[in-house]
Structure formats: C-alpha cells, structure tokens
C-alpha cells in the first residue's frame, strides 16, 4: 500500500490558490456556461421557447448548482475528517488526505464566487440532501464505506464536467473561458483525488466481511438515485429564481425526462461500476486498486 500512497504523494504539485490563479476576468457574458447538451432543460419543449438571453440564464444556473453539489460534497468530506481528527497511522495516508482538505477547500472558494457570479447567492440549488447527509455522517474516515462514498462524489461530478468539456469541444459550441477554467482545474485536482479515494478504499475494504460489504453495496443502490436527483437536476427553487411562470410542472417534466435520466445515469456508471466491483464477494474484486 504504501507504494500506492508514495505515487499518490508524488504526483501532488505544489499547490497553487485557484482564486489567485484563475482568470476571473475572463467571463464572456455573451456565452453560455455549458453546452446545450449538458443542460437539463435542452430535452424539453420549453428550451425551444427561450431566447438566447434566458438560454445563457439557464446554462449559469445550471452550472451553479454543479458547484453547490461540490460545496456540499467537498463540505461533507472536510467536515467528517476533521471532526473525526483523522491522522492515519501510515503518515503518508495521513499527507494524502490533508492535501486533499486543502484543495478541496480552494475548489470551494471558487465554487461560491462561481454561484455569486451566477446570481444565485443563497438560492436553494439542489435538491433534498438530509438523508444523504445523515448517511455520509455516520461514515468513519478510517473505514471503506467513508472512501467508497467519497469517490462516487467525486467521479460522478468529475465525469458530467469531462462530458461538458468534450461536448462543447465536440459540437464546436463555444462556452465561457471562466467556466472552461474552473471545470479543468477542478479536474486537474479531482483526477488525483479519485485515485486516491480508490486506493484507500481498495485498502480498507480488506476489514469488511462478505455481509458488511453486500449491506453497503445493497444502500449505494438505493442511495444513488436520491444522489443523481438532488444534485443534477434542477431544483424548483431554481427554475423560480429564473423566473419560470410554469415552475413545478417544468421541475416535474426535468425530473422525469428520458433524455436527462440518461445523462445522469451515464455520469454515474463510472463510479458504480467499481462499487460493483469492489464490494461484490468475488476476493480478487476487493484486491488493492493500483
């Protein structure tokens, strides 16, 4: 394991404040912040109603509530490692996991000047998150449910910005350089702190029996969709701070769109795979992610 963790720490660089190193001047506003594609509103009928102006609205928005899910993701993990005290007996371990509090602690920073620039300070932004959150604060740091947790927020938010990038690199649709910037730098980041959360699962979930790892695998697969729901969907409060007449029913129409289903669901796949994997009962599967 610790050849792992000596890789892991090698590869941090040193660490550079993205509110110092981010162009913040560099918003076009005449822009949008993601690709039609991403946006949940593209698939239904009302999107075809909106001029481009209120289009641009709602692609901020939409972004904003990406980076509340990070606030809230990046606030749960930073929460429940400092107040478990958490100093690993393997002090590589421990500098791999304080590295991260101190990046994601910056993603956070540029996450909430993200939502002010949005107009979106103090706006609901997501969706119900209190039995997730209950759920993530009976996670022990120290255990391979906490890690396994850590890594589905981290590849489900990690992979709709990768697909936001390719997509707007791939339909040639031209989205603002702020917005480019932040979603690269988070994943610049986010790529190191995947790997670890995979190593650090992979390592501790060697203490879980056959029934703790089944248990855990059985509540990721009726958690997740309640996941997916709160953070990349829109919320009513959103849809009404953009000003929808018909709000509720447009809120209804997203949740239950095909189209949105699907890139939810494609965003998740990444991470439930290894889950899968991971806490099947097959011994080689729970073996030390390299």
């Given at each position: 394991m610790s050849t792992i963790f000596n890789r892991l720490a090698a590869a941090v660089p040193p660490y550079k404040d993205p509110m110092n190193e981010i162009d913040w001047a560099g918003a076009d506003p005449e822009l949008p912040w993601l690709p039609d594609s991403m946006i949940s509103l593209s698939s239904l009928p009302v999107w075809?109603?909106?001029?481009?102006?209120?289009?641009?609205?709602?692609?901020?928005?939409?972004?904003?509530?990406?980076?509340?899910?990070g606030l809230w993701l990046e606030g749960l993990m930073i929460h429940r490692v400092t107040h478990a005290g958490f100093v690993a007996a393997d002090t590589l371990e421990t500098q791999i996991v304080l590295q991260e509090v101190r990046e994601e602690t910056g993603h956070s920073l540029m996450f909430l000047k993200m939502i002010e620039r949005a107009g979106m300070s103090g706006k609901h932004l997501l969706g119900p998150t209190g039995l997730l959150t209950t759920v993530a604060k009976m996670l022990n740091p120290k255990g391979a449910g906490f890690w396994a947790m850590v890594f589905i927020g981290e590849s489900v938010t990690d992979t709709f910005a990768l697909k936001a990038l390719k997509e707007a690199d791939g339909e040639g649709q031209a989205i603002c350089p702020l917005a480019r910037q932040v979603m690269q730098w988070h994943h610049a980041d986010e790529a190191r702190h995947i790997a670890a959360a995979k190593a650090l699962l992979g390592e501790k979930i060697k203490a879980m029996s056959a029934v703790e790892r089944a248990g855990f695998r059985l509540l990721t697969k009726l958690l997740?969709?309640?996941?997916?729901?709160?953070?990349?969907?829109?919320?009513?409060?959103?849809?009404?701070?953009?000003?929808?007449p018909n709000a509720r029913e447009v809120w209804r129409q997203a949740h239950r769109s095909p189209a949105g289903r699907s890139l939810a669901e494609s965003c998740a796949e990444p991470a439930m795979k290894l889950i899968d994997k991971r806490f099947s009962n097959n011994p080689q599967a729970t073996a030390s992610v390299q």
């Amino acid at each position: 394991m610790s050849t792992i963790f000596n890789r892991l720490a090698a590869a941090v660089p040193p660490y550079k404040d993205p509110m110092n190193e981010i162009d913040w001047a560099g918003a076009d506003p005449e822009l949008p912040w993601l690709p039609d594609s991403m946006i949940s509103l593209s698939s239904l009928p009302v999107w075809n109603e909106l001029d481009e102006n209120k289009k641009r609205q709602v692609s901020r928005v939409e972004f904003a509530r990406l980076c509340a899910a990070g606030l809230w993701l990046e606030g749960l993990m930073i929460h429940r490692v400092t107040h478990a005290g958490f100093v690993a007996a393997d002090t590589l371990e421990t500098q791999i996991v304080l590295q991260e509090v101190r990046e994601e602690t910056g993603h956070s920073l540029m996450f909430l000047k993200m939502i002010e620039r949005a107009g979106m300070s103090g706006k609901h932004l997501l969706g119900p998150t209190g039995l997730l959150t209950t759920v993530a604060k009976m996670l022990n740091p120290k255990g391979a449910g906490f890690w396994a947790m850590v890594f589905i927020g981290e590849s489900v938010t990690d992979t709709f910005a990768l697909k936001a990038l390719k997509e707007a690199d791939g339909e040639g649709q031209a989205i603002c350089p702020l917005a480019r910037q932040v979603m690269q730098w988070h994943h610049a980041d986010e790529a190191r702190h995947i790997a670890a959360a995979k190593a650090l699962l992979g390592e501790k979930i060697k203490a879980m029996s056959a029934v703790e790892r089944a248990g855990f695998r059985l509540l990721t697969k009726l958690l997740i969709r309640r996941f997916l729901s709160a953070t990349l969907f829109p919320s009513l409060q959103s849809l009404e701070a953009l000003q929808f007449p018909n709000a509720r029913e447009v809120w209804r129409q997203a949740h239950r769109s095909p189209a949105g289903r699907s890139l939810a669901e494609s965003c998740a796949e990444p991470a439930m795979k290894l889950i899968d994997k991971r806490f099947s009962n097959n011994p080689q599967a729970t073996a030390s992610v390299q």
